[in-house]
């Protein structure tokens, strides 16, 4: 088939050089497949957008600093791959593959990618039989108009009713649908925050987050999630006064990356915080019903105590499914107008037949979150024991929740493991993406939303990549291994 000419911007290549980084490997004579890999980690993680165009092989050699014959190997490598098309006259391109993924790793083997760069499950299985149930409902549903702003009263009662059972009460009119958490929070930004506004943010924290919050034309002002004790609160009441933002984000249910929980005593003493520096909060609880404990007590949210200063966001996505697209607002009512006004401007409502089969999940979720605790805590299990096997060296807390190992490597290196790990047939994100500036090339998150066996093997494959990229310079700091 002839290839289409490419839609998209064109990208130099000293910019190409400066994205990519040091992504040749410390001694490797496989440097087209270093640079072949090192762009398609770029290209599957979102930062060349298809239809790209990349810059000639002399330019891009020369920004390199390496032979145009090993930018040609790249090349070729990745138009194997599907990842990049040519027509002469016209250069080279973004493309994706139309069959598969991943790249040819040795002459004639072909690797399936398995991906660690989403912490995100497939459907529970209760998602059928509630899209059947919910088909039976949208017959009534056509005969209106189908724009809801503010999400479908069935639904919203049963969010509210949710809320309520643990330990919130709350009323259908505190609560607006949304099309997922991150367009929850972008909502939220687009009402409350103005440009040049400060917003707190955690440090390590979800790569959207920041992501939305600049392009919200706001500053993130980062504050510690500690990899081992959690969040510094008294760190976080300094911020409140001194950097006097106009509004602060929080994950405070098994946060991510860290798996972190903030337990009773700090959520009321952040509540007290941000009540005095009278700070809203957007409070995330994504990963909330991920509670992996086995018979601990629950935690109340944190807008239990936070009362009018809390603004919590929650999403569909980890519990039932991604492919929902639905989340939700839970905050006083007054707030929630001033967000309906600001939503006309952007979307007029969700889709109404995944709001009914929502509904229906939530109509007696319990057995469902049931089974997708279950699931989610073998993989957990299966992932610690990998580690064990295949990267002793590595440095981790279990979390007691949600979906990710906040692991901590034996020296700086998670650009160069993400890349090398994209050669062996895995995805990841590197540390720098969980950073507000970047940085944390000690860290590498590891999520265990896919099936045990699928996560066994890509721990394998990230111990052979670790293996190749590691230096031999000695280690200053001892790893510890895995703490419970």
Sequence with gaps: MTAQFPLGGRISGGRLATMLGDWRHSGSRRGGADLAAAIELHVLDGRLPVGTRLPAERELADALGVSRTLVGAALDRLREGGLVASRQGAGSWITFPR?????????????DLIDLAHASPSAVPALLPALDSARGLFTAELLDHGYGVRGLAVLRERVAARYTARGLPTEPGQVLITNGA???????????????????????????TPEAIRAAHTLPVPVAVDPRDGWDVPGIEAALRQAAPRLAYFCVDFQNPTGHLLDAEDRERLGAALARARTPAVVDETMAELDLRDDASPVPPLAAFAGEWAITVGS????????????????????LDRLVAARWSLDLGSPVLEQLVLAELLADPDPVLRGRRAEVRERRDAVVAALGEHCPEWRFRVPEGG??????LPEPMSTRLSVAAANHGVQVAQGSRFGVHGGL????R????????RLTEAV?????????????????????GAVT
Excluded: M
């Excluded at 991150?182 to 959207?208: I, K, S």
């Excluded at 979906?403 to 901590?408: A, E, I, R, V």
């Excluded at 090339?441 to 590498?444: D, I, P, Q, S, V």
């Design 460 to 480: 394998r494959r990230l111990g052979v990549a670790a293996a190749s990229v590691v230096s031999t310079a000695p280690v200053l700091e001892s790893p510890a």
């Design 182 to 208: 991150q367009h929850a929070f972008a909502l939220v930004l687009r009402t409350l925050a103005g440009p040049g506004d400060r917003v707190l943010v955690e440090q390590p924290c979800y790569p959207n």
């Design 403 to 408: 979906l990710s190992l906040w692991c901590g």
């Design 441 to 444: 090339e000690r860290w590498l």
């Design 99 to 111: 069959g598969g993924s991943g790249l040819q790793v040795h002459a004639g083997e072909r690797l």
């Design 446 to 453: 590891l999520p265990f939303s896919l099936p045990p066996e």
């Design 316 to 335: 569909a996505s980890k519990s039932f499914w991604g492919g929902l697209r639905l989340g939700w607002i839970r905050a006083q009512e007054d707030v």
